[in-house]
């Protein structure tokens, strides 16, 4: 059975306070409810795409996802080997119960934020999303899988760096050390570059789309 599946971000870009204020300036100008832990969705994409997809899916998923004790996980963290944990809380809306009205359609999506927001409230009240809690099973396949891909992508460094420490060549492991040096540092600063603070969309600039 052919299974389709379409991830959209709505909100168009990444939280940070600045685009924070704007898009909540945005909701009064437009005498929607103030959102604390959101931006406003971007609805014309959401309407656009699920009437496109009309009769093709059978449902929407909505995500809303928090990581334990407040923490801010980064690229940087989990390469050097700091766990995050998080827990997730998934609604399933049927396509058929989703106004098809454009306009509808757009205060159904401002809605569903707004109860994300509800949902964000209390799980930092509480430390916990309502309802139910599942802990999904530990699965071997996947430990597996990133084994083989890790042994099957890395087989070849690893057999270099063997090489090279066999030949006993000084010159050629000082070679060797020196370039797995500079790759780390570079690895670190191109990946310090695409923070959320330094990075990001023109949200709110002059110039830039307005927010539909």
Request: hydrophobic share 40%.
């Amino acid at each position: 059975m052919e299974v389709l599946e379409f991830l959209l971000y709505c909100e168009g870009t990444r939280f940070t306070e600045k685009k924070h204020q704007i898009s909540m300036e945005v909701a009064e100008s437009k005498g929607l409810p103030k959102l604390k832990y959101h931006l406003l969705p971007r609805t014309k994409g959401f309407t656009t795409t699920l009437k496109c997809l009309k009769g093709t899916v059978s449902a929407v998923y909505d995500v809303t996802l928090n990581f334990k004790d407040h923490q801010v996980p980064t690229l940087l963290g989990i390469i050097n080997g700091k766990k995050y944990m998080a827990d997730m809380k998934i609604r399933r809306f049927p396509v058929d119960e989703i106004p098809e009205d454009e306009k509808e359609c757009a205060n159904w999506l401002h809605k569903l934020y707004q109860e994300k927001d509800a949902l964000q409230e209390h799980y930092h009240k509480e430390g916990t999303f309502p309802g139910p809690t599942i802990t999904p099973p530990r699965r071997l396949w996947t430990l597996l899988n990133f084994l083989f891909w890790a042994t099957l992508l890395l087989s070849p460094l690893i057999n270099f760096a063997c090489g090279v420490v066999v030949s006993g060549s000084p010159l050629l492991i000082l070679g060797f050390s020196l370039f797995l040096i500079i790759a780390s540092i570079a690895i670190r600063r191109l990946i310090g570059v695409t923070e959320i603070k330094k990075t990001g969309s023109s949200y709110g600039d002059e110039g830039a789309k307005k927010q539909n």
